[in-house]
């Protein structure tokens, strides 16, 4: 049985990502820094698929030692850690970066950046003693470079997070550890939807543009999911909003309109 850890998986792609993999017969440790988010999330998966293959986990990922707990319980659980994904992130809103407090800039680089460097950490030097696993990284806006005013901090971070993967896909090349990364696309979760909080003229303005590009969570989760279960090569990039897929959002289009936030 796979076993999978997931951080910040208490809600959005994170949360469908652990339910993906429950419908999949996997084990999985889900993880948020807030106690009454954990136990909601359990409550609920656990309800749907029982509490077997199920753990949570309260742990925040600015804190290395907490992040170690979660793969000490986890091994401790299940046996074994086959698949770590760092999906925790914030994001400040849709600001000037010179108008962002130092406490959101702190929280964003510790949480959407380190956070993930203390999650490879961990997991590769864990990996690396049971000889086998796979690391994913949750890139995302900024990741390939494409700038966004209002988003520099979240872009920021997200592109240091694809050097990351980069570069720990070439230092692991020799060991039998797979590191990639998962690019969901416009996902309708809060992160996508926080930054236009109190900015009615703004929203109706990108409501427009998600309208065609972006998914809801049960569209993209599973096929995330099956890839990254399928997946054997390591430098990988699962992206589901490609090239093709953005002709096909156009297309679609031009003869019918959705609204996904009804």
Known sequence: MT????????????YGLADAFLKRGCSVAISSR?????EAAVA???????????MGFVCDVTAFEQVQALWNASRTRFGKVDIWIN???????QTPFWQLSPDHIQSGVETNLIGAMNGAVVAIRGMREQRSGAIYNLEGLGSNGRKTR??????????????LTDALASETRATPIIVGAIRPGMVVTELLT????????????????FNVLA????????WIAERVLANTRTGIRIQWLTTSRLGFCALRALFSKRDLFS
């Open 215 to 222: 998914e809801r969570v049960e569209t993209v989760a599973p």
């Open 3 to 14: 076993t999978i850890v997931i951080t910040g998986s208490t809600r959005g792609i994170g």
């Open 150 to 163: 209002g988003l520099t901090l979240y872009g920021t971070t997200k592109y240091g997070l694809a050097y």
């Open 194 to 209: 926080k930054p236009f909080e109190g900015k009615p003229a703004e929203w109706a303005r990108a409501k427009k543009v």
């Open 34 to 38: 807030t106690p009454q988010r954990v």
């Open 87 to 93: 999906n925790a992130g914030v994001n400040a809103g």
């Open 44 to 54: 609920t998966l656990g309800a749907s698929h029982g509490p077997e293959r199920l």
